[in-house]
């Protein structure tokens, strides 16, 4: 203890105090406040930069849900419209086909109604060209008949045989 | 990478420590016909452990039997009826008597002693001296250490903060170093003894004292061969700082639990008789906790330095070709220990000077779960 004391020196123990109050003060002023401050921003920085990586993350995360949610619903709607399009196409060929029968077949039946009216007429003039022919030829054999008195009355005798057969 | 590099230059350092001062003992050796080496050796050793008034490199002897010193005169200060100034030189290193303004000055011990002309010393029956002593502010060797480790450490955290500045936050050069050391002193020192929303404002005087510390304790383990840490009135003066730092930022709680330390737990007629005991000792540990801190850096750094130089001593008595090799790697081995005690008082220092800001700025209800903290603070 008696050594200690010796050894003290009040000189130097004013020298330490004051140097180290000012190494304190400017180290304080200069070196600590800004270190410090510049660390805990840094801190802050990260702490804040992870955060917001947490948040975008959440995000992207909605994001993505809600794409395919959408996607799913176009999806749907792509089915639902391709099924409605099929029956459209499948409506339209039915009927197209059911009115090109009816259309076919009242074609077909006026064409037939032409056709028999038309075989009717001609019939018809054929009845009309034999007949006049026939009273040509009557016409022209009679005259001829009636030239001479002896055919004519082997007309009339063949005509009245043939009547007589009747 | 960094860290290694430091090792390194601390090493090649303390070897450089130790080959120094085998030149100036081998000189000695040779001169010390008249003396004992033991003794010689204990004196050089002793010599070193003080403070001094000339910033000496090294020293050795010429054959003619002068004695020569290598290192630069520092000024000295004294208060002797009006203060006088003059350099260091003066003294010759103890060897002359230093006049000015009409008195006479002399060197003894690493001590001023004011003496009649002819530079008489008169010792009382212990063999101490009785001459007066003028108050010394002189700029000893250890001044000029305070200022110098002050520069490094200004320069080197400015440029750390400088480079936060400039670089975004990111430390660069010597800062990357330094940068997780400070951290550490906040994020395992300050906060956990202290509490998140205090510590900020003891942490410049933390920060100050452990670099403070640290690197007077590895200058120490320089060839320059100073011993600033190692000297009492430093500590003190450092022990000082947290004690009163303890007691002015001490909380209500804090001195109600000092004079009614069970609170409470019981009726007054009950603490009575307790406290007889109980507040004498509370206060007591008051002054116990900053001096067991100022007598441990004190003791430990006197030691290392002690053990160092009597390990490296030790190889000129041997002088033979088993034991000083021995001795030499045993002083090796020791510079190595106290490069790490050099880190870890500095550590300890700043580690309890926070617990006790701890304790002091606490804001508790008074309870008694904090039984066990103030054993743990007499570590």
Not at chain 2, 308 to 333: D, E, R, T, V, Y
């Amino acid at each position: 203890m008696e050594k200690l004391l010796n050894d003290f020196s009040f000189g130097l123990f004013v020298w330490q105090t004051l140097l180290f109050g000012l190494l304190l003060l400017l180290l304080y002023k200069y070196a600590w406040k800004p270190i410090l401050n510049a660390v805990n921003d840094r801190e802050e920085g990260i702490k804040n930069a992870l955060a917001a990586a947490e948040d975008a993350k959440k995000e992207m995360q909605n994001v993505t849900a809600d794409s395919e949610k959408l996607l799913q619903e176009a999806r749907g709607e792509r089915e639902a419209m391709l099924k409605e399009a099929r029956e459209i196409k499948d409506q339209m060929v039915t009927d197209a086909k059911d009115q090109a029968k009816a259309e076919g077949d009242k074609m077909i039946k006026q064409a037939k109604a032409t056709i028999e009216s038309e075989k009717k007429a001609a019939v018809a003039e054929i009845k009309n060209q034999v007949a006049d022919l026939s009273v040509q030829i009557a016409e022209k054999v009679i005259r001829e008949q009636l030239t001479n008195k002896e055919k004519q009355l082997k007309l009339v005798d063949d005509m009245l045989g043939d009547i007589k057969l009747n | 990478m960094r860290n290694l590099f430091t090792v390194k230059v601390l090493l090649i350092c303390s070897l450089f420590f130790t080959s120094a001062t085998y030149a100036s003992a081998k000189e000695e050796g040779v001169e010390g016909s008249k003396k004992d080496i033991k003794t010689e050796i204990k004196e050089y050793i002793s010599h070193h452990l003080q403070d001094s008034h000339d910033f000496s490199i090294f020293s050795y002897t010429e054959d003619n039997g002068e004695h020569v010193y290598i290192g630069i005169p520092l000024p000295v200060i004294i208060w002797d009826n009006g203060l006088h100034v003059f350099s260091s030189s003066k003294f010759h290193h103890g060897e002359t008597l230093a006049e000015v303004d009409g008195n006479y000055y002399k060197l003894y011990h690493s001590k001023i002693y004011k003496t009649d002309a002819s530079g008489t010393i008169n010792y009382d029956e212990e063999q101490h001296p009785t001459n007066v002593k003028p108050i010394d502010f002189s700029m000893t060797k250890n001044v000029v250490m305070i200022i110098i480790t002050g520069l490094l450490m200004f320069w080197l955290f400015t440029s750390l903060a400088r480079s936060y500045a400039k670089n975004g936050g990111v430390p660069t050069g010597a800062g990357r170093f330094f940068e997780p050391i400070v951290l550490y002193i906040r994020d395992d020192i300050a906060r956990p003894t202290i509490g998140e929303k205090r510590y900020r404002k003891y942490m410049p005087f933390l920060l100050t004292i452990f670099f403070f510390i640290w690197f007077l304790n590895m200058f120490g383990l320089t060839p320059l061969g100073v011993n600033v840490t190692g000297n009492i009135a430093i500590t003190f003066a450092l022990a000082l700082l947290t004690f009163l730092i303890t007691n002015f930022t001490g909380t209500k709680d804090y001195w109600k639990h000092l004079v009614d330390p069970l609170g409470n737990a019981m009726p007054w007629y009950g603490k009575l008789p307790i406290y007889i005991i109980l507040v004498p000792i509370e206060l007591l540990g008051l002054i116990i906790k900053p001096f067991a801190l100022l007598i441990r850096l004190y003791a430990n750094m006197q030691a290392g330095h002690i053990v160092l130089m009597s390990l490296i001593g030790l190889m000129f008595i041997f002088k033979s070709w088993i034991g000083s090799p021995l001795s030499f790697f045993l002083a090796f081995a020791i510079t190595l220990i106290e490069i790490l005690v050099a880190l870890l008082q500095a550590y300890i220092f700043t580690m309890l000077s926070s617990l006790y800001f701890g304790f002091a700025s606490e804001e508790h209800d008074h309870g008694h779960e904090h039984e066990e903290e103030p054993e743990l603070a007499h570590l």
